[in-house]
C-alpha cells in the first residue's frame, strides 16, 4: 500500500468521525430542546415577581387541554383577586405538552406572559395593576381565563 493511499485512507476515516459526532450532537441537541421529560423550567410571568407573603392561587392547566374537545384549559378558569390580599397566581402546566398563560386583554401595563412552559412547568405572576384580565394559549385558541383583580381594600 503506498504513503499516499494510506493517507487517503486516514482523511476518509476522519471524515466519517466527524460526521458521525455531528450528527450524534445533532441527535442530542434534537432530544433536549424538544424533550418534555427535562426538569420543569420555572419562569415569572412578566415583570412582578411572586409576593412572598402570600400564599399563590393555583391554577392549573389540566391533562388533555390540548386536544380542542377539552376546553376551557385553564381550572379555575375565572378567578378574582385582590390586590395586597391575595394577588399572586401560580399556574402549572399538568398535560404533558408544551402550553402558555399569555395576556390577550389586559389594563394599561398590566399585560403577562409565560412563554413557553413544558409538562411540569410552573409559571407565577404578582397582579399589581386593576381590572379585567383575559388570557390564552398561544398554541391552544380554546383555552381561556379570565382574572379580575380588584384594588387593595
Ligand atoms: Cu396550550
Redesign the pocket.
Known amino acids: 500500500m503506498s504513503n499516499s493511499y494510506r493517507r487517503a485512507i486516514g482523511k476518509a476515516v476522519i471524515g466519517a468521525i466527524a460526521i458521525t459526532v455531528i450528527a450524534v450532537a445533532g441527535v442530542v441537541i434534537y432530544l433536549t430542546t424538544s424533550s418534555n421529560t427535562g426538569p420543569p423550567d420555572t419562569s415569572v410571568c412578566g415583570s412582578t415577581a411572586s409576593s412572598a407573603s402570600q400564599q399563590p392561587l393555583h391554577v392549573s392547566?389540566y391533562s388533555g387541554?390540548?386536544n380542542s374537545a377539552n376546553p376551557p384549559?385553564y381550572t379555575p378558569d375565572s378567578i378574582t383577586l385582590v390586590i395586597g390580599v391575595n394577588n399572586t397566581v401560580t399556574w402549572t402546566n399538568n398535560d404533558s405538552v408544551?402550553?402558555?398563560v399569555t395576556s390577550t386583554s389586559a389594563p394599561s401595563g398590566g399585560s403577562f406572559n409565560s412563554g413557553n412552559m413544558n409538562g411540569g412547568a410552573t409559571c407565577t405572576h404578582t397582579f399589581t395593576v386593576p381590572g379585567t384580565y383575559q388570557y390564552d394559549?398561544v398554541?391552544?385558541s380554546w383555552?381561556t381565563g379570565t382574572i379580575v383583580v380588584k384594588a387593595s381594600p
Open positions: 392547566i387541554s390540548a384549559g408544551h402550553h402558555t394559549c398554541y391552544h383555552m
